[in-house]
């Protein structure tokens, strides 16, 4: 069983940045797609961007510039670093992996005010 655990969310002012954290258990890790989503109030889930086993990004237009996906197979671990943010970016922040089926951690709240 893969369970994820993501940190790094938290109050901040626009313009501003935060890195998020996620940690996967098991050890599937290096052979997965992982991918951070987000889901604001009142909409649904969307994708933010993805990181391949082989390290390919893909990103959202709204956050192409803005937002950096990496990961560290080390550490099972993959990061969103999120610079020049707008308040338009809060929203719970989930992390998911997905090799065969998909895992999703439990969010993380990004708010984004002054």
């Known amino acids: 069983q893969v369970q994820l655990v993501e940190s790094g969310g938290g109050l901040v002012q626009p313009g501003g940045s935060l890195r998020l954290s996620c940690v996967a258990s098991?050890?599937?890790?290096?052979?997965?797609?992982m991918s951070w989503y987000r889901q604001a109030p009142g909409k649904q889930r969307e994708l933010v961007a993805t990181?391949?086993?082989?390290?390919?990004?893909n990103y959202a237009d709204s956050v192409k510039g803005r937002f950096t996906i990496s990961r560290d197979n080390a550490k099972n671990t993959v990061y969103l670093q999120m610079n020049s943010l707008k308040p338009d970016d809060t929203a719970v922040y989930y992390c998911?992996?997905?090799?065969?089926?998909?895992?999703w951690g439990q969010g993380t709240q990004v708010t984004v005010s002054s």
């Open positions: 990181i391949s086993s082989g390290r390919n990004t």
């Open positions: 098991g050890n599937i890790f290096d052979f997965s797609v």
């Open positions: 998911q992996l997905r090799r065969l089926q998909s895992y």
